[in-house]
């Protein structure tokens, strides 16, 4: 961002932030999430939850920035995409597919962390950045997510796309009647962008399958 300053030529700034800055509160959770919540600082630290610190410094990260842009009087849009899932360019597999893994290799660390969750494809993210930037009227923070499930809802979906791997589907303290909480991308929609994975066609399940073939061609994917 000083660089902009310095550059004096940068119209617009756009900052991949998270929905992680947005989700994380003390219970009882909303309905559902928008833009004006803000993940609890204080929440995380008395709590310690399994990534707490990439939700404090991302929080405090996005704020830093919103404070400078502030005092400098940059064009700051922020993204928040949900947990992105799709083809992946690092040699190694992100953490958000080792969510989705999680059901397949029994990692119940994680069963936690994807009880309740929300999603987006790669590709949406990448487009919401690039709409989000070209856009005229683009203002403040934007939701990127349009997959809202449980992890009964997804454990459903890939034991029926993978059914080698006998992937559960009933959770110890996870109760079945758990509901899905949305965040909402209506800004983002109302603002004219339109999702290629739609969840009316695609549910998380199908694109976490996609990610796993991927993995499978990279060698990567778990052995039955």
Known sequence: MRSCLKAKTIRRFI??????TVTVQPPPPPPEYDESFWTDVD???????LGWSYFVAKT???????EFAKENGI??????PSV?????????????ID?????????????????????VHLEDACSAHIFLFEHPEANGRYICSNHSFTIVDLAKSLSQKYPEYNVP?????????LKAISCSSKKLLDLGF???????????????AEAFEFCREKGIMPQP
Not at 60 to 65: I, V
Not at 75 to 80: A, I, K, Q
Not at 99 to 119: F, P
């Open 15 to 20: 900052y991949t932030s998270t929905t992680g």
């Open 43 to 49: 929440f995380c630290h008395a709590e310690k939850m």
């Open 194 to 208: 339109t999702f290629k994975f739609e969840s009316t066609k695609y549910d998380v399940g199908d694109l976490y």
């Open 99 to 119: 969510l989705g893994l999680a059901l397949i290799t029994r990692n119940e660390a994680l069963y936690k962390m994807i009880a309740t969750g929300q999603a």
């Open 75 to 80: 064009n700051l849009v922020t993204v928040h």
């Open 84 to 96: 992105v899932v799709g083809p992946f360019l690092t040699p190694s597999k992100p953490f958000s």
């Open 60 to 66: 405090k990260a996005e704020k830093a920035a919103w």
């Open 169 to 177: 589907t009933k959770f110890e303290g996870i109760d079945e009647s």
